[in-house]
């Protein structure tokens, strides 16, 4: 069994893309290296988002939007739930996404950003973070484009604009002798079309093999956890996996303390029609694949089953 790629994308992509596209293949996930977005970026805005998450509950919760999704702003305990779980997640979260000027064709499917006036330096850290995550997500999909065999600069019209989300996540401490294992994100695969994760060096999450056992992923410090979602997987009929994974509580002290991450969901362009590509289609079954559908429909259809729209 081959292990999850741990690459360095400071290396010219040419040389990393059949290991990065392997493992994408195998696993649905890779551990990505150097990845350009400073270490001290990274540092401020996990102090910021531990300072906005200690708000009393009363103030994080003027944040939240009502009929809004979850889209932007706070979202509270038990609000969302994986698909087909019977509990919801262990977690609040605040959400950050892409600021279009006003009369941008795309500007409907995004709202507005709120941000909190409690946490000083909050609106200028997060926008540089989302920033630099686009920038990483960019270069990791080169990197696809190249492995698939398709230009170079595939990707880069298909996510122009696109309506990626920044999540800033606190699952909370656990208590009692449960704690120890518990599930605080219920298996589940991501709706988007790649996700970057900060915040993975603490043990915890999980992914399930193609021989349907649970593998733990441990990033070393800094690094970026990437996996393929969704939208990624039907577009390449399911040649790059959008793998289960779930996040349990680890053993010993980590059980008892709170645990935070960034993952940043890198969408298409809501009007991008994924249609299955070319060099992607089964000749043995040539009608076997997903049939079209816009990135905005699609991202509406799997919200409504996880209960966010």
């Known amino acids: 069994m081959s292990d999850i790629a741990s ?33 001290d970026l990274i540092d401020r805005a996990e102090e910021l988002s531990k300072a906005f998450f200690a708000l009393p509950d009363d103030v994080k919760k003027a944040y939240q939007i009502p009929g ?119 298996a589940h695969g991501d709706i988007n079309t790649i996700t970057l994760l900060l915040g993975a060096e603490e043990a915890g999450l999980e992914l399930l093999t193609a021989d349907d056992e649970w593998l733990a992923i441990a990033p070393p410090p800094g690094a970026l956890v990437v996996n393929i979602g969704d939208m990624l997987d039907r577009l390449t009929n399911h040649k790059l996996r959008s793998t289960t994974h779930r996040v349990v509580n680890p053993r010993g002290e980590a059980a008892y303390r709170a645990r935070y991450s960034m993952p940043f969901f890198l969408h298409f362009r809501p009007d991008y029609i994924i249609e299955t590509l070319p060099s992607c289609i089964d000749s043995e079954d040539p009608s076997g694949h997903p049939e079209p559908i816009s990135s905005h429909d699609y991202l509406m259809e799997r919200l409504r089953e996880i209960n966010l729209a």
């Open 7 to 39: 690459v360095s994308i400071a290396h010219p992509l040419e040389e990393v893309a059949k290991e990065i596209g392997r493992s994408f293949e195998e696993y649905g996930f890779a551990v990505i290296r150097d990845h350009g977005i400073p270490q």
């Open 68 to 186: 809004g999704g979850g889209a932007r702003g706070y979202t509270p305990f038990g609000t969302e739930k994986a698909k087909d779980a019977q509990v919801h997640d262990l977690k609040e979260f605040w959400h950050v996404g892409r600021e279009l000027p006003e009369g941008h064709p795309l500007s409907k499917y995004m709202a507005d950003n709120v941000w909190p006036e409690e946490v000083s330096g909050f609106r200028e850290t997060f926008t540089e973070l989302y920033n630099a995550f686009e920038v990483a997500g960019g270069r990791v999909l080169e990197a696809i484009a190249i492995h698939l065999g398709l230009r170079r600069d595939f990707f880069a019209p298909t996510v122009e604009d696109g309506n990626s989300v920044m999540r800033l996540l606190r699952y909370p401490p656990l208590e009692g002798a449960e704690a120890e294992g518990a599930i605080r994100a219920a």
